[in-house]
């Protein structure tokens, strides 16, 4: 099934969906295009008026793709994560997971500080 993709501004945004006028033509509005999870609330940050890029198809379905700046809000949205989770590279404020430790002495039940 042949679509194109467009970029234009979102006119409405309903949770999981958009319309979005087409930058090129003023007058048309879009069907309604699925906002993807990772777009959606705070992750994504999108409001009327906002350029994205979007792909429409043939049955006139479509999906947004991603914000035209590149931006986004400040944060993730909530995640699950099954598996095992690797943290040896990861630092937070030169604090690295990978050899971090807190001791705890007999008897006690916190944590002393880290090492």
């Known amino acids: 099934m ?4 467009e970029k234009g501004k979102i006119a409405t945004i309903n949770g999981s969906a958009a319309t979005v006028v ?3 033509e ?3 509005v879009s069907a309604g295009v699925v ?4 777009l959606r ?3 994504g940050n999108l409001q009327k ?4 890029i979007y792909a429409i198809f043939e049955d006139q ?3 947004l793709l991603g914000r035209a700046d590149g931006g986004g809000g400040e944060c993730l949205p909530a995640l699950t994560v099954s598996g095992e989770i690797s943290c040896g590279g990861i630092k937070a404020g030169g604090i690295g997971f990978a050899n971090h430790t807190h001791p705890v002495e007999e008897g006690n ?6 090492k």
């Open 2 to 5: 042949a679509g194109y993709i």
């Open 22 to 24: 087409p930058c090129n």
């Open 26 to 28: 003023a007058g048309l």
């Open 35 to 38: 906002v993807p999870w990772y």
């Open 41 to 43: 609330g705070a992750s």
């Open 49 to 52: 008026g906002t350029e994205v």
């Open 61 to 63: 379905t479509g999906i």
């Open 109 to 114: 039940t916190e944590t002393g500080a880290p």
